[in-house]
């Protein structure tokens, strides 16, 4: 009996390790092959998950499919929280839908391991000309034998913004920034400095009870700190890596990488100018809070702006504000993509479905589903996005200030961030561990992370 | 196998040895032949796979579409013995698979004690104990998700706090352990109930008669006499918690910051998110190692001390 057990207790561990381990390269079709005359099929995984945007998304696939009957696309849903796994299990078993939503930085992987389709010589003209230079640069990654190719057609960019109480601005007596002239980091922490002070804090839902309570001017809801961090810290020329020239890509924390990380650290511990409830939330956790008046900014990127309007009680008043900006008003860009699975059976048909389906009107209509900005400059000139309403002038506006984020073309970039990036500024924004031990970590741990994929 | 044991014995032993070792070559044949339909899936779907697993572990496999895998010998091993974060998800998956099976193991000693009582609604509650073990993991991993909600829970509505189970980092593995308990009991206490059940009568009747008290009755009747059920179900709880894997995915996907990354949650990682699919074989080949080190260990030890 027991050494029955004990047999049965190596089968089953034999077995798990045995399911552990993936085999590569599947070859198969991804897409059922259609006889001549019959409709060929594609399969579209989209991402979209903000009830306007789903919206968008499936009429603008039932408005193809009316008008193209010979291009059937199915409309598959699928997740932000999952989209990479379920892709690489996809990808290897070969049933990865025909085109994929995802967004620039996962695409350098999947690329460099020969899973996407190269579309330079398939982009029509007018997409390629509608959408501009520095948009194509976030999807153009190495493709794992040497050169280059274009991954993905980007349509959606995130900028950072502030999103203000406007009656605790307006109460404060700071200048108002501009999209020509947005406030410094110096400005931006004076004037969070002037949001704190003890304050009636709203306590019921209605808006009608309150009580005295501490004030602040800002919160950094920082749960996933390092793509905010990183995007940011271009603002002082901070890129995080670099590549010599022997083409090894290193992990770097000099001065400029310091500085968004220590002024941010001010706030929440010298300043206490910063809520620190919001610290360990998620982006849109900490609105509940910033209706009750508890803190009067959020830095948050563009597309809060819908959670906001939608949820912000009757009579709570808001603006958008641009970001801070230090030496440059740069932000890092990543882009949401549409890209062609490389195992997709029928690639022509699917790049007219993309074209079709980031030309300039549905690219608005999108960006308006998302609350994000389009890269199409037709779309961008939309009036529906361009009005003064719910920020989107000013939110247009910092799309601008945007270029590509150094961390795209990193190759283990995921790794680094999830094993020790986002740790170690968890940590350090929760003031559990110095700056140094920061530069310290995110390089000599960091580098062993990258070392693997540049064997 | 049967039918060739009543065969009668030969006559002669001279000519018998002969016809014997025949007779046992044809035993041996018609026993693999009997055999046959049941080694072929077992080989299809256990061991093929398993070998394949093993030989992966030594390559340098990565789950791409143009990547050329080679032979590597060891070194995804020395890699893994070098890997400060495969050290502390083993430490984590230690912590894990000891605590659960410990606690699971006293608690559900208590139950199935309680449910053999002469209870009323005792069939009410024996069926009520069960009903964990009819949900599957992601089930019960969104359900404790709601429970340690940090705005909504139950958890924290009852103690009036506001905390964040699952995102602190000092909480999250206390908070999964609760969840891999109550998830692990039912089996355990159905076996251990099973077992009280086969104690014979008349060793609790001796023993009163001699006036012994509820406590010696239990230490010294009882537990010896369970021992074997015991045994099996720890080990078996061991093995199972050890390589627990959509429970936790569901509960904290290994967050906050890697405090809840178990082993199996590691090699998938590898796998999956990473696709360093040789480097995730060694490491469930190592996984392996050491729980048959450990239950060899524990299995050997009991039953020496049985004998």
């Known amino acids: 009996m027991r050494i029955k057990s004990a047999l049965a207790a190596a089968a089953v561990l034999a077995l798990a390790a045995a399911c552990g381990s993936g085999g590569g390269g599947g070859q198969s079709s991804s897409s059922s092959s259609s006889a001549p005359g019959e409709a060929v099929k594609?399969?579209?995984l989209s991402l979209a998950w903000q009830k306007e945007s789903v919206a968008a998304n499936k009429q603008i696939v039932d408005d193809w499919n009316k008008a193209n009957p010979g291009i059937q696309v199915t409309y598959v849903q699928g997740s932000w929280d999952n989209v990479n796994d379920q892709l690489v299990t996809q990808f290897a078993g070969g049933t990865a839908p025909d085109v994929i939503h995802n967004e620039s930085p996962a695409l350098s992987g999947f690329a460099a391991d020969g899973y996407l389709l190269d579309l330079t010589g398939k982009l029509p003209a007018e997409l390629k000309s509608d959408i501009p230079q520095p948009a194509w640069d976030t999807v153009t990654f190495d493709d794992g034998k040497g050169g280059n190719g274009v991954y993905g057609v980007p349509f959606l960019q995130e900028s950072?913004?502030?999103?203000?109480?406007?009656?605790?601005?307006?109460?404060?007596?700071?200048?108002?920034?501009?999209?020509?002239n947005p406030w410094t980091w110096d400005e931006f922490s004076e004037a969070a400095k002037k949001m704190t002070a003890k304050r009636p804090i709203v306590t019921s839902s209605s808006?009608?009870?309150t009580e005295t309570g501490q004030g602040y001017g800002v919160a950094w809801a920082m749960k996933s700190p390092v793509n905010k961090t990183l995007n940011l810290a271009l603002n002082f020329g901070g890129t995080f890596f670099q590549t010599g020239a022997d083409g090894k890509t290193t992990v770097k924390v000099g001065p400029e990488e310091r500085e968004v990380l220590q002024r941010i650290?001010?706030?929440?511990?010298?300043?206490?100018?910063?809520?620190?409830?919001?610290?360990?939330?998620g982006t849109a956790d900490p609105l509940p809070a910033f209706f009750q008046d508890k803190f009067a900014m959020l830095p948050a990127g563009v597309y809060l702006r819908q959670q906001v309007a939608e949820q912000a009680p009757k009579g709570f008043e808001w603006v958008t504000l641009p970001a801070p900006k230090g030496t440059t008003a740069e932000q890092g860009a990543v882009s949401q993509t549409l890209s062609i699975a490389q195992d997709s059976k029928h690639p022509d048909e699917a790049m007219k479905f993309i074209a079709y389906f980031l030309n300039g009107e549905n690219q608005a209509k999108l960006a308006k589903g998302d609350w994000l900005l389009p890269t199409s400059q037709k779309a961008a000139a939309d009036p529906s996005i361009t009005g003064k309403e719910n920020g989107w002038d000013v939110?247009?506006?910092?799309?601008?200030?945007?270029?590509?984020?150094?961390?795209?073309?990193?190759?283990?970039?995921?790794?680094?961030k999830s094993k020790v990036a986002t740790p170690v500024l968890q940590e350090y924004y929760a003031n559990k561990i110095s700056i140094d031990d920061v530069a310290k970590r995110l390089v000599e741990d960091g580098n062993k992370v990258l070392e693997r994929y540049q064997r | 196998m049967t039918a060739t044991a009543t065969r009668p014995s030969p006559p002669s032993p001279r000519r018998g040895t002969r016809r014997r070792r025949r007779a046992g070559a044809r035993r041996t044949r018609e026993m693999w032949l009997l055999m046959l339909p049941a080694l072929v899936p077992v080989a299809l779907f256990s061991v093929g796979p398993l070998l394949y697993g093993i030989g992966l572990a030594f390559t340098d496999a990565r789950n791409t579409r143009n990547h050329e895998t080679s032979f590597v010998g060891l070194q995804n091993l020395t890699d893994l013995l070098s890997d400060g974060d495969f050290w502390s998800s083993f430490r984590i998956g230690m912590i894990w698979a000891f605590s659960v099976t410990a606690l699971q193991f006293a608690a559900a000693l208590g139950l199935a004690l309680l449910l053999n009582q002469d209870l009323r609604f005792r069939g009410v509650a024996r069926v009520l104990a069960v009903v964990p073990w009819a949900m599957p993991p992601v089930v019960i991993g969104l359900m404790w998700r709601l429970v340690y909600h940090p705005d909504a829970g139950i958890l924290n509505s009852v103690l009036g706090t506001h905390v964040n189970w699952l995102a602190d980092f000092s909480?999250?593995?206390?908070?999964?352990?609760?969840?891999?308990?109550?998830?692990?009991?039912?089996q355990t206490t159905v076996v251990l109930l099973a077992g009280l059940q086969g104690v014979p009568k008349e060793l609790y009747e001796a023993v009163e008669v001699d006036g012994a008290s509820p406590w010696r009755r239990f230490w010294h009747i009882t537990l010896p006499q369970l021992r074997p059920v015991i045994v099996a179900i720890t080990s078996l709880d061991f093995v199972w918690n050890i390589n627990q894997f959509g429970l936790v995915y569901v509960l904290t996907q290994g967050g906050p910051g890697g405090q809840t990354r178990l082993p199996m949650l590691f090699a998938y990682e590898e796998a999956f998110r990473y696709r360093f699919a040789g480097y995730a074989s060694m490491l469930g080949v190592a996984m392996a190692i050491v729980v048959l080190a450990v239950l060899g260990l524990y299995l050997w030890r009991q039953m020496r001390e049985t004998r």
């Open chain 1, 42 to 44: 594609l399969n579209f």
């Open chain 1, 160 to 180: 950072q913004v502030i999103i203000a109480n406007k009656k605790l601005l307006d109460a404060s007596g700071v200048r108002v920034p501009t999209p020509d």
């Open chain 1, 207 to 209: 808006g009608s009870g």
């Open chain 1, 265 to 281: 650290h001010d706030q929440l511990y010298k300043d206490k100018s910063a809520d620190p409830a919001a610290l360990g939330q």
């Open chain 1, 395 to 416: 939110a247009t506006a910092s799309a601008k200030n945007l270029v590509v984020a150094p961390f795209l073309k990193v190759k283990g970039f995921d790794e680094w």
């Open chain 2, 171 to 186: 909480l999250a593995l206390p908070a999964i352990i609760v969840v891999g308990v109550w998830t692990g009991m039912p």
